[in-house]
Every structure is written in C-alpha cells, then in structure tokens.
C-alpha cells in the first residue's frame, strides 16, 4: 500500500507587486510558518526565503523570495472534492495552498491535496494524479466533482442512492474546474498573472486564461513489486498507466540508497522509499525528508522559470531585425541593461552547486537540476545576452566616434575659417595701407590671389571633413561585419 503525499505547483509570473508586501496588500495571505521546521539545507539558503521568523530582521533587497500561505474564502475548512473514475468515486480534501513569490517576477503556488481513506494500488494514485494534474479539462473529459445537499423540488427524479434520509434532501455533484478555482486564488496575489503553461477555456460562456497543467511533487514509500520502477516513473510525469514508455527511462533515475529511488523530468518530482512490511516504520515520520527535498525542488524550478521569464524578456523586448542593429539605439542599450543586470544578479544570488550539509542532498539539487537543463539553459541565455551586447557595444563605439570626429571636423572647420579671417584682415590691410603706398595700380591680380587661395582652402576644408567623419565610420562598420 503506497502512503505517498503530494503537492500540485503551479508555475506563473506576476506583474507589478512587492514580492514582500502580499500578506499587507491582502488578507488572503499571510506569512508562512517554518519556525518549527527542521532542516539540513545551508542556513544561508533557508535565510534566502522571508518567512515569519526572519520577517523583522530580513532586508528585502537582500532576499530571493516571500513564502505564504492562504487563508481566503476560495479554501473554506473541510473543502471536499469527489473524483469519479468510471462507475467509483473518492473523496479528497483541499487543505493548504501556498505560494512563492520570488524578486525575478515569478511565482510558484501549490496545492496539497488529501485523498479520504488509503489507496490500495500505486495504479489507483497514478489515476487520480492524472486527473488532477489536468487543471483545465473542459466540462466532458473532467473527474473532479463538487458535491453540494439540495432540497427535492417538485417533479425531480432524484436517483435513491442520491437521497438523503429525510426524503427532502438529496447530494448534487457539479463540475470542479480545478484550474479555474486556482486562477481565483491567484487573482488576489496579482491582476497580471502569465501562467506556464496557460489554456483558454469558455466556462459559463466566459473565455478564461487558466492554468493548463500542474507540475508534480511526490514524496513517500512505495512497497517492493517487480513494475515500481514503472509505477514510479509514471507517478512523477503525471501520465496515466496506459501511456507506453520507454523502458530506458529507468536508467534516468538517481538512486542515492539501494532501497530510496527519485525520478524528475520537467513534469514532476518523486522521492521514494522502496519498503516492505518489516522496514515501514523506519519511514513513518517523512515531514523532514518532504520539506527538505520539496525546498530543494522549488529551488530548481524557481531557476528553470526564471530563465525561461529572461527568454520572454529578450524574445518580446529585443528585435529580430538586423537591420534594428545598423545604428546606436538608446532604447536597445536600455534594454539590454535592464535584462543584463537582472539576469547577472540572478546568477549571482540564486544559482547553487552545494545547498545542504548532506551529501545526498547535494547530489538530488545536482540531479535534479541537470534533469531541468539548468546549466544549458544558463548557457543559452547567457551566450545569447553576451553576443547582443557585444553588437551594442561596437555601436556604441561606432556612436562616440562619429560624434568625436564630427566635433574634430567641426574644430578643424572652425580653425580654418579663422585662418581664413586672418588672412581676409591681411587683406584689408594690404589694400586699404600696403597698395597705396607701394601698388596702387595692381589691385586686381591680388584680388585673384585672394580668390584663388580661397577656393583652394575650401577645397582643402571638404577634402578634411570627409576624410574625418565619413572615412572611419565606413572602416568601423566593415569591420564589424
């Protein structure tokens, strides 16, 4: 019998909001609790997250994220669900959402389900994890229900298993739109929300953008049988059992003792222990193991989105024009800054290569951030920043020169115009004093001279203004290309 808890995250960027500031702005949320929480992680990495404990002497500038909880009216106590499958039903239970705010823009909020009684097969949970994961189901494919007591009414045809003992009362089951019921719940963090990934669905004639699917952490035992491995596997993505893996997946598992196997991929997380009736009590209290390993998960995932935000950021913010990087542009240095700071400071204070005194711990940050391409994708964005810089920077160059041997033409422009008025007062001495008292009768030929010399230093001035302005522009634009 698997005895597993889960937790359905729901990844999502925010528009304008103090990551801090939530729990002030609604009564909805409130700081989270980790006081009593024990942990192996680095203590520096746990300071990185404001939480009730730290909340008075934390610096906000200084910290990566805001942690809370929710205690709105879309999660009233005892809130039950049904989850029918084919002619059976079960019950569960919604009873904690939580959310992350981080300072990059992105958000992650869970949901932790609780299914009412022991599901007696790993196949059961498999099920009912696909189902639910699916959070934007139209009304024909959806298995989550919402059961309510209504009073009989003349000319009903109530089914008797449907009546309650009174005979006036009878148990209504109405859709759940799990997706829609999570979209409510973000609106009261932030009226801009982009989901990852997001679906349009028309519920009541309404077109909505909700949440399409949840992303999976499982953490718990599972007792030895020939096809956990499988079990395991299609636990963690979320598919349903009648999918055909690979069989080569197995060999992507990190199995860091030979009796505790953990699975990621970009849909899901699970940390398992393989058990069988002798060793279970060993792993009767996981609350350590599950808040350690699901911080480390949410570490992770807080990576992966933010760079696929910087993605957004630089595929919407910059051009994909060449010709939009002929000239300076201040408006793509701008950019540029904006992205290359944010980015270099993200780099700086959240990516980890050791995150806890635990050797194994160590080894899963590093398993699973390898599983969600991290270290590529720091690449990626990273060399693709670089290379745009790089282009801004001879720009800028280019910029500056040209401005430079504007001014240079400019001065030299102006020296020879003084030359020029110098010579002219030369002039005006020569024939006003010079020829009336030395060649009064040649007035003309100095004309010409004068002319002549004119003609020649404006010659001179074109030559020069062409050669320093124009010339290294065309020399630095060759080069460049």
């Not at 491995?229 to 598992?253: A, C, P």
């Amino acid at each position: 019998m698997p005895d597993i808890k889960s937790k359905y995250i729901v990844p999502f960027s925010f528009g304008a909001l103090e990551y801090n500031k939530l729990h002030e702005k609604s009564d909805s949320w409130a700081l989270e609790d980790r006081s009593t929480l024990e942990s192996d992680i680095y203590e520096y990495v746990q300071q990185s997250f404001i939480t009730t404990e730290n909340i008075s002497s934390a610096d906000p500038a200084s910290k990566i994220a805001c942690i809370y909880k929710y205690n709105g009216a879309y999660l009233p106590e005892n809130f039950k669900l049904k989850y029918i499958n084919g002619g059976a039903y079960r019950y569960f239970y919604m009873r904690e959402v939580h959310v992350a705010l981080f300072q990059t823009g992105v958000g992650l909020l869970w949901f932790v389900p609780e299914i009412s009684g022991k599901c007696e097969e790993l196949s059961e949970l498999i099920d009912f994890t696909y189902n639910l994961k699916e959070l934007a189901r139209n009304e024909k494919s959806n298995c989550i229900f919402r059961e309510s007591i209504e009073e009989v009414r003349a000319g009903d045809d109530i089914p008797a298993d449907k009546m309650l003992p009174d005979g006036r009362r009878y148990k209504k089951d109405s859709h759940f739109f799990v997706g829609e019921w999570i979209d409510k719940i973000a609106k009261t963090i932030s009226g801009e929300i982009t989901y990852y990934p997001s679906r349009v669905r028309t519920i009541e004639g309404e077109r909505k953008v909700l949440p399409d699917k949840a992303v999976l952490f499982h953490c718990g035992t599972v007792e030895i049988d020939e096809n956990v491995d499988n079990g395991i596997i299609y636990l963690s993505r979320g598919y349903k059992s009648s999918y055909r893996l690979n069989s080569n997946l197995q060999t992507e598992m990190f199995q860091p003792f030979e009796n505790v196997k953990c699975y990621t991929s970009s849909e899901g997380c699970g940390y398992y222990a393989i058990v069988n009736h002798d060793d279970h009590a060993f792993f009767l209290d996981l609350n350590k193991v599950r808040n350690d390993y699901f911080s480390l998960y949410l570490l992770a995932l807080y990576q992966s989105y933010t760079l696929l935000r910087y993605s957004e950021l630089i595929a919407t913010k910059l051009s994909a024009k060449y010709d939009d990087y002929n000239d300076y542009s201040k408006e793509l240095e701008d950019n540029l800054d904006e992205i290359t700071t944010g980015l270099n400071v993200f780099l700086a204070k959240s990516v980890y290569s050791s995150v806890s005194h635990v050797q194994q711990q160590n080894e899963f940050f590093n398993y699973i951030s390898g599983r969600l391409l991290i270290k590529e994708n720091i690449s990626s964005v990273s060399a693709g920043i670089e290379a745009l810089n790089n282009i801004e920077s001879n720009l800028y160059e280019e910029e500056m020169q040209k401005r430079n041997h504007f001014l240079e033409g400019c001065l030299t422009i102006v020296s020879l115009l003084a030359v020029l008025s110098a010579f002219n007062d030369g002039n005006d001495f020569v024939r006003n004093y010079a020829l009336s008292m030395f060649a009064p009768n040649q007035p003309i030929e100095i004309y010409a001279v004068n002319i002549i010399l004119i003609i020649i230093a404006l010659i001179v001035i074109g030559l020069l203004f062409k050669y320093l302005i124009y010339k290294p522009n065309r020399k630095s634009r060759k080069k460049r290309k």
